[in-house]
């Protein structure tokens, strides 16, 4: 009896143990299944929520340029404005990055690319380009760029920007999957504005220092050691060998950040000089607009407005104006000459000291 309930007793284990490892099976292939329905970009290897050009046209397009990874821009396009006599970087390249920033406006856009590990570049985007994809263009955009112009900053510690104007200057991809807006709030009713990689957690980097501080007042074992915290990300680095090492790569301050007794904060702001725009700062103001050119009726009509004005006006700083403006003073037709109206007193002739010591006599 006791050999019929062993060997009932290790047919239901085994039927027990080939269940799980079918369910094991299809948890594995299903997992499989959606690491393959998510898509992502050959180039960047960002992932897309949803593709709105296909892959086969971006490998197209980048084809007779170089690519260059957005953490690599900088340094790229570093000699560019320098004054060192050597060869210039070639402006064949092209680069992509996600918005995290967009400051929409009437006829361009000022928006900021990432590639969420702590590399940032400023992009501009007018004229065809932004009337082609002001619709598409928004914050979670994947974006490939084309042979760009550059953009020197006004302050030397500020880095390049980027400029875009013509169609086949840039695309734009699909929508970021990863790319989402902080889950923290800043006072009760109002959310954080910060975007954040959602890989990485649901909190943007402020909020998870804040999260650190305020656990250590409650945790004895992060309150009473010299731990801190620190945000970093992975990156990797070629060597003059060609080989790759892995390192970590701190978060970028800026240390031309002051702060003044009231505890304001004096920033510089950021601008490029935009052709046919003016300054234009990184949130979209304007700095210094650019002035346009008046109508030509108008500068004639304020010129006459002025002849009017200083017609039958025969002072010194009614002839000043006329030789700065070039209006060419009326004066009458006389029968005389200089020196006789000098002799009758109808020229305004300055006399000299002796003379005016002479008629006082």
Not at 337 to 356: F, I, M, N, Q, R
């Amino acid at each position: 009896m006791s050999n019929l309930e062993d060997s009932e007793f290790f047919k239901e284990l085994e039927n027990e143990i080939k269940k799980e490892q079918e369910n094991v099976a299809t948890d594995k292939k299903t997992l499989s299944q959606k690491s393959k329905e998510i898509d992502s970009n050959c180039h960047s290897g960002l992932r897309l929520k949803r593709r709105l050009v296909p892959e086969a046209k971006c490998i197209k397009g980048l084809q007779n340029v170089e690519y260059v990874p957005l953490k690599d821009v900088e340094a790229r396009t570093r000699s560019s404005f320098s004054i060192q006599v050597g060869i210039k970087p070639s402006p064949h390249w092209s680069t992509i990055g996600i918005i995290d920033k967009c400051f929409p406006q009437s006829d361009f856009c000022v928006t900021r690319l990432t590639d969420m590990r702590g590399n940032h570049i400023n992009l501009y985007i007018t004229g065809k380009a932004y009337s082609q994809f002001e619709d598409a263009i928004g914050m979670g955009s994947v974006i490939a760029i084309k042979r760009p112009y550059l953009l020197k900053p006004t302050e030397t510690h500020h880095s390049i920007g980027l400029h875009v104007k013509q169609l086949q200057q840039m695309w734009v991809i699909g929508q970021s999957l990863d790319l989402a807006r902080c889950s923290g709030y800043i006072t009760k009713d109002k959310r954080c504005n910060e975007w954040t990689d959602m890989r990485n957690g649901e909190y943007c980097d402020v909020h998870l220092e804040r999260l650190c501080r305020s656990s250590k007042n409650v945790r004895m074992e992060l309150a009473s050691g010299d731990s801190g915290f620190e945000i970093r990300w992975a990156c990797q680095k070629k060597q003059e060998n060609g080989s790759l090492i892995y390192e970590s790569k701190r978060q970028i301050t800026n240390p031309f950040v002051k702060s003044t007794a009231g505890g304001l904060n004096l920033r510089m702001k950021e601008a490029y000089y935009i052709e046919g725009k003016g300054l234009v700062s990184t949130d979209g103001t304007y700095v210094k607009k650019k002035t346009t050119a008046r109508p030509e009726s108008v500068l004639q009509a304020e010129k006459q407005e002025l002849e009017d004005f200083l017609k039958n006006r025969n002072d010194p700083g009614a002839e000043m104006i006329r030789k700065i403006k070039g209006i060419a003073a009326e004066t009458p037709k006389n029968v005389f000459s200089k020196e006789a109206l000098d002799k009758l007193g109808k020229t305004t002739k300055t006399l000299s000291k002796e003379e005016e010591l002479a008629k006082v006599k």
